[in-house]
């Protein structure tokens, strides 16, 4: 539980949170909304707001901007010095521990026989963590495998989906995984992701959580040029469906006559 997890300064604050504002926005607002079922369970057992008064809608994608791009795709490749015969696999977002990025390591390198497979993390982090990672992806001799890249404005980022051929996080949720699926890229997450979006995601790969031989052999079944293409239609059909900001948005206007 996100409660559970929380420092314990918010342990004080959630209580006074509860006692002071929580009756006055539930005497005054039109409706209550969660983006999860973590969420809404969280903002029930916290902030005391009864399950009847809550509705869930995920949060999603702008499908218009996050979609694939054969040119992005061929100018970033050539940015990063990538055959087009190479697999990489992204990873984006905050580079903390709770993201796992120790276990992609650990899977790429029970991955080493397979010529080609790259890894692309694009984001930031505490200096000393990333340089642990760093010293490990030596330790390992895997610094060929992995590439690393500044944080990217949003508008930017649909250009490193399109570069990438499968997307993965190996730990804690992320609206990445939506926009990369909204450019037809193929995700594999942990099992127990708690994004509610993901109740709609029923074929994309997820792997046993912290299990690096499990996310290996996840990473690589999408070696297969024809599944990545079956996998990452599918996940963009997802999100033209259901996870558009276009059709969120239609919701919140029906929530309220």
Known sequence: MIFENSRSILRVLYPLFRRTFAP?????ADALVAVGDPTC??????????????????????????RFSDAARQQIRRQLSLDESD???ICTGKVTPLKGIHILIEAMELMKDHVGVKVLIVGSGPEAYIEKLKLGIRAKNLEDRFIWHD???????????????????PAGSTIGII???ACGVPVITDASSSMNEMTYVTNQPRYRDHDASDLACQMEKLLDSE?????????????EEKLSWRIIAKQFVELVP
């Open 24 to 28: 006055t926005i539930l005497e005054n």
């Open 41 to 66: 369970t969280f903002m029930h057992q916290v902030y005391g707001f009864p399950p009847e008064r809550l509705t869930v809608i995920p949060l999603g994608a702008d499908d218009e901007l996050f």
């Open 87 to 89: 697999v990489l696999f």
């Open 151 to 169: 944080v990217v404005n949003n508008n930017e980022l649909y250009k490193f989906y399109s570069a990438s051929d499968v997307a993965v996080w």
């Open 179 to 181: 926009e990369a699926m």
């Open 227 to 239: 599944l990545r293409r079956e996998l990452g239609h599918q996940a963009r059909k997802l999100v």
